[in-house]
C-alpha cells in the first residue's frame, strides 16, 4: 500500500509540475530535452505501477528482457522523486534564463527606440531635416526639378522609377526628390517603397542621422516588408557613420533573430557593417 501512495504521488508531480515551462520553449534544446527525461520518468513509473497492480510479479512470469530488480519499490521512488526534483530545478534555471533573455531584448529596443528619437528631435531642434516621428521634411536650397515636370498631380509609379534610376545612376538628390513627392500623398500606397527611396537617397548624400530615422521609419512600417531586411543594415550602416557603433552593433545582433533565412548580400553587409563597428561576436 505504501507503495501504491508513493508512486500515485509521484506521478502526480511527472505529470504536472515539470511539464508547463519545458512546453513553453518546446523549441530550445534545453526543453527538448527536458521534456524527454520526463517522457523517461513517467515511462518508468508508469512500468513501477503496473508492476505493483500484479502483486510485484512472480519470478516464474517476469519476461525473459525486464531486468531483476536492485532494490525495493519505496526505493525506487525515492530515487524518482530526486531526479524530478532535480529536472524541477532544471526547468526554474530555464525559465529564468528565458525571462532574463526577454528583459535585455526589451532593453536593447528601448535604448535603441530611445536613440532615433533623439537624432530626430536633434535634428528638429538644431534646425536640420527631421522631425520626431521619425518623416524627414526636405531640406533647404534642393535642386529645383519640378519645372521640367507636367503640372499636376503625377503616377507614383512613375516616380518612384525615375527615383530609382536617380539613384541607380547616383544622383542622390533627384531621387530624394522624387521619394518626396510620393510621400507628399500620405495615402500613396507606394509610401513604403518611397520611404526607403529616401532612406536610401539621404544615405548617398551622407546625412546620416536623416538616414538612420528614415530607414527606423521603413522598419516600423512593415517589419516583415520586402525592404525591412535592407533598412534594419541601412540603419546600422548610419548609425556606425555617426559613431553610434554600440547601437549600430545591437541593431546587427538582432537581425540573426529576427531574419533567419537572410538574403546572402545582407549576410554579407552584416559582417561587413559588424566588422566597421567593431562588433565583437
Do not use: W
Request: hydrophobic share 40%; charged share 20%; net charge neutral.
Amino acid at each position: 500500500m505504501r507503495f501504491v501512495v508513493a508512486s500515485s504521488l509521484l506521478a502526480a508531480l511527472v505529470l504536472t509540475a515539470p511539464l508547463s515551462p519545458a512546453r513553453a520553449q518546446v523549441d530550445s534544446r534545453e526543453g527538448i530535452a527536458l521534456q524527454n527525461q520526463i517522457y523517461q520518468l513517467r515511462q518508468e513509473l508508469k512500468s513501477m505501477e503496473d508492476q505493483a497492480a500484479r502483486g510485484g510479479g512472480s519470478g516464474s512470469r517476469t519476461p525473459a528482457y525486464a531486468p531483476a530488480p536492485q532494490s525495493g519499490p519505496n526505493e525506487l521512488v525515492t530515487q524518482l522523486l530526486t531526479r524530478v526534483d532535480a529536472l524541477e530545478e532544471q526547468v526554474r534555471q530555464l525559465r529564468g534564463q528565458i525571462e532574463e533573455t526577454g528583459n535585455q531584448q526589451q532593453r536593447l529596443n528601448d535604448d535603441l527606440n530611445k536613440k532615433i528619437d533623439d537624432l530626430a528631435f536633434q535634428m528638429q531642434t538644431t534646425g536640420k531635416p527631421g522631425s520626431a516621428n521619425g518623416s524627414v521634411p526636405a531640406p533647404p536650397n534642393l535642386p529645383q526639378t519640378a519645372a521640367a515636370r507636367p503640372a499636376g498631380p503625377r503616377n507614383a509609379e512613375a516616380i518612384l522609377q525615375e527615383g530609382d534610376a536617380a539613384l541607380a545612376r547616383r544622383d542622390f538628390a533627384a531621387a530624394e526628390s522624387s521619394a518626396r513627392e510620393v510621400l507628399a500623398n500620405r495615402t500613396s500606397p507606394r509610401a513604403y517603397d518611397a520611404q526607403y527611396l529616401l532612406a536610401e537617397a539621404l544615405s548617398g548624400q551622407k546625412q546620416f542621422p536623416q538616414a538612420a530615422v528614415a530607414y527606423d521609419d521603413v522598419y516600423n512600417r512593415s517589419r516583415t516588408g520586402p525592404h525591412a531586411q535592407d533598412a534594419r543594415l541601412g540603419l546600422a550602416y548610419a548609425l556606425t557613420a555617426i559613431n553610434e557603433k554600440k547601437a549600430a552593433c545591437d541593431v546587427l545582433g538582432r537581425m540573426k533573430a529576427e531574419f533567419p533565412h537572410m538574403r546572402p548580400d545582407v549576410t554579407a553587409g552584416v559582417s561587413a557593417t559588424s566588422a566597421r563597428a567593431g562588433c565583437r561576436g
